[in-house]
């Protein structure tokens, strides 16, 4: 089955750095690439679309200057949290679309998420 | 917009017990649908998934669920559950197209007892 990893899985920064977590498709490829974000006890909530070749496409309400996204690949896309603050501590978790599988284009597979704690 | 409603977002139910979640959505055109677990400690697998075609979907580890446009539903149901069945369930929808990402209900934790 379609696999994606992320790395690392979990991070620990202090306030005002910035860290950078990748998403990989590893044994399909992915035009598209979304990232989304999970507070303890909540929902996912889509943050950005992440597109091969061309510029994110953020959710309103998401600071692009923030969460810079870079899908220099098609199976590489990289989310980097810049000046990080406590508040973006959080479950970071990426996911990919099979660009050739037929029968479910429209399925996306998860990858198991980067814990990020900014202290 | 899209949106997800989950109607239960604790549940606590005994072995053996009948499973019904409920998964309510708002978007206009056309959908799909998605339900998630996600055990303690791992990430989201997909139980099943709806695009189109018979409406009444089968999943993986029993589990089903009931695509009603008429009702804007998606619930998922399972005749018997197990202990090993305790996790946490969301209920997601993308556009018919497939390009977008996903929005996610609230989340159900469920907590079967032996």
């Known amino acids: 089955g379609a696999v994606v990893s992320q790395h690392p899985s979990r991070v620990i920064c202090k306030s005002g750095t910035s860290v950078k977590i990748e998403c990989r498709s590893l044994?399909?490829?992915?035009?598209?690439m979304f990232w989304y974000r999970q507070f303890p006890k909540q929902s996912l909530m889509l943050m950005a679309t992440?597109?091969?070749?061309?510029?994110?496409?953020?959710e309103q309400g998401v600071e692009k200057d923030k969460f810079l996204i870079n899908h220099a690949s098609l199976t590489l896309s990289t989310l980097t949290v810049t000046s990080a603050h406590p508040e973006d501590s959080s479950f970071y978790i990426c996911?990919?679309?099979?660009?050739?599988?037929?029968?479910?284009?429209?399925?996306?597979?998860f990858g198991p998420g980067t814990r990020l704690t900014v202290t | 917009a899209q949106s997800v409603s989950q109607h239960n977002h604790h549940v606590i139910l005994s072995e053996a017990a009948s499973l019904e979640l409920g998964c309510n959505y708002s978007?206009?055109?056309?959908?799909?649908l998605f339900w998630y677990v996600q055990y303690p400690g791992q990430h989201l697998q997909l139980l099943l998934k709806?695009?189109?075609?018979?409406?009444l979907v089968k999943g993986i580890k029993g589990f089903e669920a009931e695509f009603i446009k008429s009702k804007f539903s998606f619930n998922l149901r399972k005749p018997s559950v197990q202990w090993s069945d305790t996790a946490e369930y969301f209920c997601?929808?993308?556009?018919?197209?497939?390009?977008?990402?996903?929005?996610f209900g609230k989340g159900t934790h469920l907590i079967i007892q032996p």
């Open positions: 996911s990919a679309r099979d660009l050739s599988s037929s029968g479910a284009t429209r399925e996306q597979y």
């Open positions: 044994d399909f490829q992915a035009t598209t």
């Open positions: 992440s597109n091969e070749g061309s510029k994110a496409t953020y």
């Open positions: 978007y206009g055109g056309t959908v799909n």
């Open positions: 709806y695009f189109s075609g018979d409406p």
């Open positions: 997601a929808v993308n556009s018919g197209g497939g390009a977008d990402g996903l929005t």
